[in-house]
Protein backbone atom coordinates (compact mmCIF):
# COMPACT_ATOMS: atom_id res chain seq x y z
CA UNK A 1 0.00 0.00 0.00
CA UNK A 2 1.54 3.56 -1.01
CA UNK A 3 0.64 6.73 0.94
CA UNK A 4 -1.70 8.84 -0.86
CA UNK A 5 -1.90 12.36 -0.73
CA UNK A 6 -5.26 12.15 -3.32
CA UNK A 7 -7.49 14.04 -1.02
CA UNK A 8 -9.28 17.10 -0.33
CA UNK A 9 -8.67 18.66 3.15
CA UNK A 10 -12.08 18.65 4.95
CA UNK A 11 -11.56 21.77 6.07
CA UNK A 12 -10.33 25.25 5.26
CA UNK A 13 -6.39 25.06 5.70
CA UNK A 14 -3.55 27.39 4.92
CA UNK A 15 -1.53 24.42 2.98
CA UNK A 16 -4.06 24.08 0.23
CA UNK A 17 -2.21 25.84 -2.72
CA UNK A 18 -5.74 26.88 -3.87
CA UNK A 19 -5.94 29.03 -0.72
CA UNK A 20 -3.34 32.12 -1.16
CA UNK A 21 -5.32 34.87 0.62
CA UNK A 22 -5.98 32.07 4.22
CA UNK A 23 -1.99 31.31 3.27
CA UNK A 24 -0.52 34.73 3.81
CA UNK A 25 -2.96 35.19 6.70
CA UNK A 26 -1.45 32.09 8.26
CA UNK A 27 2.50 32.63 7.26
CA UNK A 28 1.78 36.41 8.83
CA UNK A 29 1.08 34.96 11.92
CA UNK A 30 2.96 32.32 12.07
CA UNK A 31 6.14 34.03 11.63
CA UNK A 32 5.33 36.86 13.82
CA UNK A 33 7.32 36.57 17.01
CA UNK A 34 8.81 33.15 16.16
CA UNK A 35 11.43 31.81 18.41
CA UNK A 36 15.17 33.33 17.08
CA UNK A 37 17.93 31.06 19.63
CA UNK A 38 17.86 27.58 20.56
CA UNK A 39 17.14 29.22 24.11
CA UNK A 40 13.62 30.67 23.21
CA UNK A 41 12.81 27.16 22.63
CA UNK A 42 13.91 26.16 26.62
CA UNK A 43 10.98 25.61 29.20
CA UNK A 44 12.79 24.58 32.81
CA UNK A 45 10.84 22.12 35.01
CA UNK A 46 10.69 20.96 38.10
CA UNK A 47 10.06 16.58 37.09
CA UNK A 48 8.45 16.38 33.96
CA UNK A 49 6.30 13.55 35.09
CA UNK A 50 4.40 15.83 37.48
CA UNK A 51 3.85 19.14 35.32
CA UNK A 52 2.19 22.09 36.85
CA UNK A 53 -0.05 23.72 34.81
CA UNK A 54 1.42 26.88 34.29
CA UNK A 55 4.87 24.29 32.58
CA UNK A 56 2.08 22.76 30.73
CA UNK A 57 1.08 25.99 29.45
CA UNK A 58 4.48 27.12 28.72
CA UNK A 59 5.24 24.12 26.54
CA UNK A 60 2.13 24.04 24.50
CA UNK A 61 2.34 27.84 23.48
CA UNK A 62 5.95 27.28 21.70
CA UNK A 63 4.45 24.35 20.49
CA UNK A 64 2.03 26.20 18.83
CA UNK A 65 4.15 28.47 17.40
CA UNK A 66 7.37 26.50 16.64
CA UNK A 67 5.98 22.87 16.54
CA UNK A 68 8.60 21.96 19.12
CA UNK A 69 10.19 22.66 22.62
CA UNK A 70 12.92 21.97 24.92
CA UNK A 71 12.30 21.16 28.15
CA UNK A 72 15.11 21.24 31.06
CA UNK A 73 14.06 19.21 33.92
CA UNK A 74 15.61 18.32 37.41
CA UNK A 75 15.40 14.44 36.68
CA UNK A 76 19.63 14.18 35.62
CA UNK A 77 20.27 10.58 34.14
CA UNK A 78 18.00 9.00 35.55
CA UNK A 79 16.50 6.55 33.47
CA UNK A 80 12.97 6.30 34.55
CA UNK A 81 11.06 5.62 31.47
CA UNK A 82 7.97 7.20 32.59
CA UNK A 83 9.78 10.77 32.26
CA UNK A 84 9.37 10.92 28.42
CA UNK A 85 6.03 8.55 28.70
CA UNK A 86 4.60 11.11 31.36
CA UNK A 87 5.01 14.10 28.67
CA UNK A 88 3.32 12.20 25.85
CA UNK A 89 0.66 12.06 27.75
CA UNK A 90 0.61 15.33 29.35
CA UNK A 91 -0.14 15.82 25.13
CA UNK A 92 -2.67 13.30 24.89
CA UNK A 93 -0.03 10.81 23.02
CA UNK A 94 -0.68 7.12 23.65
CA UNK A 95 -0.24 5.36 20.12
CA UNK A 96 3.11 4.74 20.28
CA UNK A 97 4.61 3.10 17.60
CA UNK A 98 6.08 0.20 18.46
CA UNK A 99 8.40 -0.88 15.87
CA UNK A 100 10.31 -4.20 16.18
CA UNK A 101 13.62 -2.65 17.75
CA UNK A 102 11.45 -1.10 20.25
CA UNK A 103 11.57 -1.32 23.93
CA UNK A 104 8.67 -3.36 26.19
CA UNK A 105 8.13 -0.02 27.37
CA UNK A 106 7.23 1.02 23.57
CA UNK A 107 10.10 3.14 23.67
CA UNK A 108 13.47 3.02 21.93
CA UNK A 109 17.05 3.43 23.74
CA UNK A 110 19.50 5.07 21.11
CA UNK A 111 22.23 3.77 22.44
CA UNK A 112 25.38 2.26 20.94
CA UNK A 113 24.52 -1.48 19.79
CA UNK A 114 27.39 -3.57 19.05
CA UNK A 115 25.42 -7.14 18.80
CA UNK A 116 21.85 -8.24 17.69
CA UNK A 117 19.42 -7.04 15.07
CA UNK A 118 19.93 -3.36 16.10
CA UNK A 119 23.77 -3.43 15.73
CA UNK A 120 22.96 -3.02 11.78
CA UNK A 121 21.15 0.10 11.70
CA UNK A 122 22.76 3.79 12.03
CA UNK A 123 20.39 4.87 15.16
CA UNK A 124 22.15 2.18 17.00
CA UNK A 125 25.46 3.41 16.45
CA UNK A 126 27.45 6.43 17.21
CA UNK A 127 27.67 7.58 13.22
CA UNK A 128 26.24 11.04 11.89
CA UNK A 129 22.31 10.48 10.98
CA UNK A 130 20.93 13.11 8.23
CA UNK A 131 18.14 15.79 8.09
CA UNK A 132 14.96 13.96 8.28
CA UNK A 133 11.16 13.39 9.99
CA UNK A 134 11.36 10.25 11.80
CA UNK A 135 9.26 6.86 10.39
CA UNK A 136 9.62 8.52 6.84
CA UNK A 137 9.69 4.23 5.56
CA UNK A 138 6.17 3.79 7.37
CA UNK A 139 3.03 2.90 5.50
CA UNK A 140 0.39 5.38 5.39
CA UNK A 141 -1.53 4.79 8.15
CA UNK A 142 1.27 4.36 10.89
CA UNK A 143 2.49 8.07 9.66
CA UNK A 144 4.60 9.69 12.50
CA UNK A 145 2.86 12.53 13.75
CA UNK A 146 4.46 13.57 17.22
CA UNK A 147 8.32 12.69 18.00
CA UNK A 148 9.86 13.09 21.34
CA UNK A 149 13.48 12.73 22.65
CA UNK A 150 14.05 12.20 26.08
CA UNK A 151 18.00 12.50 27.08
CA UNK A 152 19.44 10.17 30.13
CA UNK A 153 23.16 10.19 29.58
CA UNK A 154 24.28 12.29 26.49
CA UNK A 155 27.86 11.38 24.71
CA UNK A 156 31.00 13.35 26.25
CA UNK A 157 31.84 14.08 22.48
CA UNK A 158 29.69 15.12 19.95
CA UNK A 159 25.99 13.41 19.31
CA UNK A 160 23.97 17.20 18.85
CA UNK A 161 21.36 17.93 17.42
CA UNK A 162 19.79 20.28 14.45
CA UNK A 163 16.24 21.40 14.36
CA UNK A 164 13.77 22.56 12.35
CA UNK A 165 9.72 22.87 11.83
CA UNK A 166 8.54 21.72 8.95
CA UNK A 167 6.28 23.99 8.46
CA UNK A 168 8.85 26.67 7.91
CA UNK A 169 10.46 24.54 5.59
CA UNK A 170 7.51 24.60 4.17
CA UNK A 171 7.03 28.20 3.77
CA UNK A 172 10.14 29.14 2.13
CA UNK A 173 9.21 26.55 -0.70
CA UNK A 174 6.01 27.98 -1.54
CA UNK A 175 7.22 31.41 -1.45
CA UNK A 176 9.58 30.76 -3.65
CA UNK A 177 7.84 28.70 -6.41
CA UNK A 178 4.58 27.21 -5.31
CA UNK A 179 5.04 24.20 -7.88
CA UNK A 180 7.75 23.48 -5.43
CA UNK A 181 5.20 22.21 -3.03
CA UNK A 182 3.03 20.84 -5.58
CA UNK A 183 5.82 18.76 -6.68
CA UNK A 184 6.53 17.68 -3.77
CA UNK A 185 3.07 16.66 -2.76
CA UNK A 186 2.75 14.04 -5.55
CA UNK A 187 1.71 10.55 -4.51
CA UNK A 188 5.07 8.85 -6.24
CA UNK A 189 7.39 11.30 -5.24
CA UNK A 190 9.48 9.42 -2.69
CA UNK A 191 9.58 5.58 -2.59
CA UNK A 192 11.41 3.89 0.35
CA UNK A 193 12.83 0.51 -1.50
CA UNK A 194 11.53 -2.72 0.26
CA UNK A 195 13.70 -3.85 2.84
CA UNK A 196 15.18 -7.49 2.63
CA UNK A 197 16.14 -9.51 5.68
CA UNK A 198 18.89 -11.64 6.30
CA UNK A 199 16.89 -14.34 5.41
CA UNK A 200 15.76 -13.00 2.04
CA UNK A 201 12.33 -12.78 2.86
CA UNK A 202 10.70 -8.81 2.58
CA UNK A 203 11.06 -7.52 5.88
CA UNK A 204 9.53 -4.16 4.65
CA UNK A 205 7.09 -3.72 1.83
CA UNK A 206 8.25 -0.63 -1.14
CA UNK A 207 6.70 2.39 0.26
CA UNK A 208 5.50 5.23 -2.13
CA UNK A 209 4.31 8.57 -1.24
CA UNK A 210 4.37 12.85 -0.75
CA UNK A 211 6.81 14.88 0.97
CA UNK A 212 3.97 16.70 1.94
CA UNK A 213 0.67 16.14 2.74
CA UNK A 214 -2.48 17.71 4.34
CA UNK A 215 -4.55 15.83 7.08
CA UNK A 216 -7.85 15.42 6.12
CA UNK A 217 -9.17 15.36 9.11
CA UNK A 218 -7.56 18.68 11.02
CA UNK A 219 -5.71 20.30 7.54
CA UNK A 220 -2.52 19.83 9.58
CA UNK A 221 0.65 19.61 6.97
CA UNK A 222 2.23 16.55 7.92
CA UNK A 223 6.03 15.92 6.09
CA UNK A 224 7.81 12.80 5.69
CA UNK A 225 11.38 13.21 4.29
CA UNK A 226 14.56 12.28 4.68
CA UNK A 227 17.88 13.70 2.98
CA UNK A 228 20.00 10.81 2.33
CA UNK A 229 20.12 9.31 -1.05
CA UNK A 230 20.84 5.94 -0.51
CA UNK A 231 17.76 3.32 0.02
CA UNK A 232 15.89 6.16 -1.35
CA UNK A 233 14.07 6.94 -4.73
CA UNK A 234 13.15 10.17 -5.88
CA UNK A 235 10.88 11.44 -8.77
CA UNK A 236 13.33 11.56 -11.66
CA UNK A 237 11.76 15.01 -13.10
CA UNK A 238 12.99 18.49 -13.58
CA UNK A 239 10.63 20.26 -11.19
CA UNK A 240 10.48 17.31 -8.52
CA UNK A 241 14.96 17.81 -8.37
CA UNK A 242 14.68 21.19 -8.61
CA UNK A 243 12.84 21.33 -5.77
CA UNK A 244 14.52 18.64 -3.27
CA UNK A 245 17.75 21.13 -4.40
CA UNK A 246 15.75 23.84 -3.22
CA UNK A 247 14.62 22.28 -0.15
CA UNK A 248 18.04 20.76 0.63
CA UNK A 249 19.68 24.66 0.30
CA UNK A 250 17.07 25.30 3.20
CA UNK A 251 17.88 22.89 5.51
CA UNK A 252 21.74 23.76 5.25
CA UNK A 253 22.07 27.05 5.05
CA UNK A 254 23.03 29.86 7.98
CA UNK A 255 19.12 30.57 8.77
CA UNK A 256 18.26 31.55 11.82
CA UNK A 257 15.42 28.92 11.63
CA UNK A 258 17.70 26.24 12.27
CA UNK A 259 18.53 25.54 15.83
CA UNK A 260 21.65 23.77 16.90
CA UNK A 261 22.59 21.94 20.23
CA UNK A 262 22.94 19.01 22.47
CA UNK A 263 20.34 17.71 25.20
CA UNK A 264 22.26 16.71 28.33
CA UNK A 265 20.54 14.47 30.99
CA UNK A 266 17.48 15.24 32.07
CA UNK A 267 16.39 17.16 29.33
CA UNK A 268 14.20 16.33 26.03
CA UNK A 269 12.48 17.52 23.06
CA UNK A 270 8.77 17.25 22.47
CA UNK A 271 7.83 17.63 18.65
CA UNK A 272 5.56 17.22 15.94
CA UNK A 273 7.82 15.33 14.19
CA UNK A 274 10.25 18.55 13.32
CA UNK A 275 13.03 17.63 10.78
CA UNK A 276 16.04 16.91 12.89
CA UNK A 277 19.60 15.33 12.29
CA UNK A 278 22.62 13.98 14.67
CA UNK A 279 26.00 14.64 14.46
CA UNK A 280 28.44 11.38 15.44
CA UNK A 281 29.91 11.17 18.69
CA UNK A 282 31.86 8.93 21.04
CA UNK A 283 31.74 7.54 24.24
CA UNK A 284 34.19 6.90 27.18
CA UNK A 285 34.29 4.38 29.69
CA UNK A 286 32.43 5.52 32.19
CA UNK A 287 29.77 8.05 29.83
CA UNK A 288 27.30 6.08 27.26
CA UNK A 289 24.98 7.88 25.08
CA UNK A 290 21.38 6.95 25.87
CA UNK A 291 18.50 8.73 24.16
CA UNK A 292 14.90 7.56 24.79
CA UNK A 293 12.57 8.00 21.30
CA UNK A 294 8.84 7.69 21.70
CA UNK A 295 7.07 7.91 17.92
CA UNK A 296 3.44 8.73 18.10
CA UNK A 297 0.89 8.74 15.54
CA UNK A 298 -1.04 11.65 16.56
CA UNK A 299 0.17 15.19 16.75
CA UNK A 300 0.21 16.83 20.26
CA UNK A 301 -3.09 17.54 21.42
CA UNK A 302 -3.86 21.82 21.09
CA UNK A 303 -1.45 22.54 18.60
CA UNK A 304 -3.32 21.97 15.11
CA UNK A 305 -3.84 24.83 12.90
CA UNK A 306 -7.42 24.96 13.58
CA UNK A 307 -6.41 25.13 17.65
CA UNK A 308 -3.85 27.94 17.31
CA UNK A 309 -5.42 29.47 14.20
CA UNK A 310 -8.61 29.02 14.39
CA UNK A 311 -9.01 27.70 10.41
Known sequence: ?????????????????????????????????????????????????????????????LCQKANM????????????????LSMGRAFKLIDLDRNWLADETGLTSLKVVDNGARQDFIPYSNRAINWHTDGYYNIAEKQIHGLNLHCVMPAPDGGE??????????????????????????????????????????????????????????????MRYTIRTQNVIWKNDPLTLEALKRLEYWLECDSKYSYQGKLESGMGLVSNNVLHDRSAFEDSDTQKRLIYRARYYARLAGTSVNDVYGV
Not at 70 to 81: F, M, R
Open 161 to 222: NRLMDHEIVYIKLRDENPDYIRALMADDVMIIPPRIGKDGVIARKEEAGPVFSINPASGDLH
Open 69 to 84: VIYAGKTGDDPDPEIP
Open 1 to 61: MSLSNKQTAPLATPFDLNNDELYQQWRDLKLADYPETLGDLVVELNDPRKLTGSEHQKLLT
